[in-house]
């Protein structure tokens, strides 16, 4: 009874939606404060009626109610209840109900934080998120209900959870990514609103950068997590694959970071405002095709869940729907679009410019290797996929000049900026930069390292060490102490920095982990030895585990530094019972400068194991430069400034 | 010219001369880096090509797979049904690597027409079998039942 209540709210909920996307934008059309005040109840409904569907489910996990065929499918009695919770979304339909929900909560907080913003702007972005709420909700009804029952003949126990979903990865992964994913949607909604409403003015920009850096840092935060998940749990040691489904994600991740590059000359500056625009659109619809990607079942991937040609084409709908009337209404508003100002080249701009193409090349030669064997295959000209190299060869060259201008872009002033001047105070952060990436380098040693090598740990050193003359410039000839007025730089800058050295520290971790990752796959029976880095390992035999709803082949290896014993890993085989699922659980010793990396194979004749041994290091790097770079964002959406202008917005309006 | 114009070109240029180089790069890395996948009995047929990295698969032969005792070298056969191929690998195999299971392996074919594969794939759910393996097999007339819908589910 309860689990109808589920479908029941959804279909009030969608209903709700149709009317958020109609009545605020009628509002809106004819400045009518009533119809539009409409608009923040319609929100609340919305969010309320999907937020109890999705307790509804949540419910039906907790409580082993395998009357309903989603929860039947991927959950179980054996699984611990912080699993079964997760596992609401561990599945297509629930994953897409989750998807629902952080959409309907977005709303909410636009509609509850944007009491400042003109009347035909709030009721306009409502509208529009009401337009994208409704699609999503009538797609979950009608192709994805996870309530449908299996009446009546449930099943007395469920079918368990995908044994790789088990995992502290299931819980923080999938909600993080979506918080970013759909946040990209508020920023699509305002930019439709500005199209709409001809106000394509720097205001917009403003209303619009908290919001985009928020999602931004979500999404930032959701890949890091996707990565650190895949690192741990899939077996192998590998942190980034280049499968398709992590390129969906990618690219909205890069055309949102052009996105927030991009609104910030906008905002300030008012030139490259139709290009904004464009942004806005485009990680959106990006968002969508990542959606579609990893729903439609066309990809080959952990992620695929159950593929049903009906889905995918109900998405790649939505897709067109989105992408064509965005684009055209795009086309007909933004040659209304003005530039505020100009700019010589010698200027910051004009490296946002330079971030900005570089980015948008980067997104486009991952969507062309991620969509080139759908359309061969399509064409039916044979079934082919791009390797890593290709993904390889591209983004990092790429990545690498994308550094060199970031490094500039912080040390050139808006508009205009004197180009000896400039060159003068580049000098310093060079010289310094390739001293000590050669000597990091010198000291390092080793082998496996190439001109890629240099070029990510100098490239590094030349980001921090811009950074550092410009925040001398910002704080230190000031006259007052230096903390003083280090404290007075406003947060937004603060987030700027910290970012920019997430990038820093990303492109070190990438650099020293592609280098000097020593890797081994062998046979060890009990009591062989093995040296790898400046470690031994020696592999003492297995022991039998039983697990909540596993059972496990338990190794032993004794770690060895200098002759003495370092630590003992247990690197485990389970063996999931109700569904006969294998997963390798791999055994790592974490660390700021070098990960211990051990993973069981399959057992071999004579009680000898097949056993992957690695050692690589600043591992850790990666996902610490992500996590700056989600701080950055968070820092800088919270900057006083947008509050201070939101206030002065509503006093004028 | 004005200067205005003169930045404008400039800027227009840079984009164009961006663009061109990104998009020569990006169809050369591409055309070395794809790998084509050939069913087993294109390969017997001799449609594949020798010493390029292609991918190939089927279902695992039972009672093909043969280990090295000494290493981690396995030999096994790949089938769809109508030819076989050989294969050749030295690693560790996915978890779900089994005998009678849809698999694609990744690698170059020697010689003696055996692939030597530097990657193994199968995937992460007992049930699933690799799209490519199903077209192979539903192409030869071979697809367990079954059906392949069922099959993905």
């Known amino acids: 009874m309860i689990v109808e209540l589920g479908t ?44 109890l569907a999705f307790a509804i489910l949540v419910n039906a996990f907790l409580t082993n ?17 912080y699993y079964r919770f997760s596992a609401v979304w561990g599945g297509h339909e629930g994953s897409l109900l989750l998807w629902v929900l952080t959409l309907a909560g977005w709303t909410l907080a636009v509609a509850l934080k944007s009491k400042a913003l003109p009347l035909d702007i709030i009721g306009r972005v409502l509208g529009v998120l009401g337009i994208i709420n409704a699609g999503f909700l009538s797609f979950v009804i009608f192709t994805s209900s996870p309530f449908e029952r299996l009446l009546p003949r449930a099943p007395a126990e469920g079918a368990d959870l995908n044994p790789l979903l088990q995992d502290f990865g299931l819980i923080v992964h999938p909600p993080m990514l979506y918080m970013g994913y759909v946040g990209f949607a508020v920023a699509f909604a305002f930019a439709i609103a500005a199209l709409l409403s001809g106000r394509m003015d720097a205001a917009w920009a403003r209303w619009s950068r908290p919001w985009t850096n928020v999602a931004w840092a979500f999404l930032t935060l959701g890949i890091a997590l996707g990565s650190w998940w895949a690192y741990y749990e899939l077996g192998w040691g590998g942190w980034w694959f280049w ?10 991740w890069l055309v949102g970071t052009a996105l927030i590059h991009s609104l910030a000359v906008t905002e300030k500056r008012g030139v490259f405002k139709s290009w904004t625009l464009l942004l806005a659109i485009f990680a959106f619809s990006l968002s969508l095709l990542g959606t579609f990607l990893v729903r439609s079942g066309v990809l080959t991937s952990v992620h695929a869940f159950a593929s049903d040609p009906a889905r995918g084409f109900y998405i790649l709908v939505m897709l067109a729907v989105a992408v064509g009337g965005s684009l055209l209404l795009y086309g007909i508003r933004a040659a209304q679009v003005k530039s505020d100002s100009s700019f010589t080249l010698v200027s910051r701009e004009t490296l946002l410019l330079v971030n900005n193409v570089l980015l948008t090349v980067i997104a486009f030669t991952v969507l062309l290797g991620t969509l080139y064997p759908l359309l061969i295959d399509a064409l039916g000209m044979g079934k082919m996929s ?37 060159l003068k105070r580049l000098i310093g952060p060079l010289v310094l930069a390739v001293v000590f990436g050669i000597t990091t380098m010198m000291i390092r040693g080793g082998e496996g390292w190439d001109h890629w090598t240099y070029v990510g740990i100098i490239l590094a050193y030349w980001i921090v060490f811009c950074a550092l003359v410009d925040l001398y410039d910002r704080a230190g000839k000031r006259s007052g102490s230096l903390i003083a007025s280090l404290k007075k730089l406003p947060r937004a800058y603060w987030g700027m920095h910290l970012a920019h050295l997430g990038m820093a520290v990303l492109a070190v971790g990438v650099a020293m982990v592609s280098a000097f990752t020593e890797h081994r796959d062998l046979r060890m029976a009990p009591g062989d030895r093995q040296e790898v880095g400046e470690y031994v390992f020696e592999f003492k035999g297995i022991e039998q585990v039983q697990g ?42 974490a660390g700021l400068f070098r990960d211990l990396y051990v993973a069981l194979g399959e057992p071999l004749e004579g009680g000898a194991w097949a056993i992957r041994l690695q050692f690589k290091p600043y591992v850790r790097w990666l996902w610490l430069g992500g996590l700056l770079m989600t701080f950055g964002g968070f820092l800088a959406a919270m900057d006083k400034r947008y509050r201070k202008m939101s206030q002065r917005d509503a006093k004028m309006a | 010219m004005n200067p205005k114009r003169k930045k404008r070109l400039i800027i227009v240029l840079m984009i164009v001369f961006g663009a061109s180089a990104a998009i020569g790069l990006t169809m050369y890395a591409l055309s070395q880096n794809i790998n084509l996948f050939y069913s087993p009995t294109q390969i017997a047929k001799g449609e594949a090509p020798a010493e390029t990295r292609i991918r190939a698969g089927g279902m695992v032969v039972e009672g093909s797979v043969k280990r090295d005792p000494e290493s981690l070298l396995v030999t096994f056969e790949v089938t769809d049904y109508e030819n076989k191929v050989a294969v050749q690998y030295s690693g560790i195999l996915p978890d779900l690597f089994r005998e009678g299971q849809g ?51």
């Open chain 1, 8 to 51: 029941f709210s959804l279909i009030l909920a969608f209903f709700l939606s149709v009317l958020l996307s109609i009545v605020p934008m009628v509002g809106a059309q004819r400045s009518s404060l009533l119809l539009v005040s409409y608009a923040r109840p319609l929100t609340i409904g919305v969010t309320f009626f999907v937020g």
């Open chain 1, 65 to 81: 109610d395998f009357s309903v065929q989603y929860v039947a499918n991927h959950s179980n009695t054996a699984l611990p209840w």
């Open chain 1, 386 to 422: 791009v390797g890593p190299p290709y993904f390889n060869a591209l983004t990092v060259p790429l990545g690498a000049m994308l550094m060199v201008a970031l490094g500039v872009g912080a040390l050139v002033r808006w508009r205009q900026t004197d180009a000896s001047q400039l």
């Open chain 1, 243 to 252: 499968d398709p489904v992590e390129n969906a994600s990618l690219m909205p």
């Open chain 1, 548 to 589: 909540p709803n596993y059972t496990s082949d338990k190794g032993v290896i004794n770690v060895y530094q200098d002759g003495e014993l370092y630590e003992v890993m247990t690197p485990e085989k389970r063996l999931y019972t109700a569904r006969g699922n294998v997963m390798t659980e791999a055994s790592i010793d």
């Open chain 2, 103 to 153: 698999i694609v392996a990744q690698g170059k074919l020697d010689a003696s027409g055996t692939l030597q594969a530097v990657e193994v794939l199968a995937k992460h759910d007992e049930n699933y079998m690799p799209p490519e393996v199903a077209e192979a097999l539903q192409k030869s007339g071979k697809m367990p039942l079954p059906s392949k819908e069922e099959f993905n589910k």
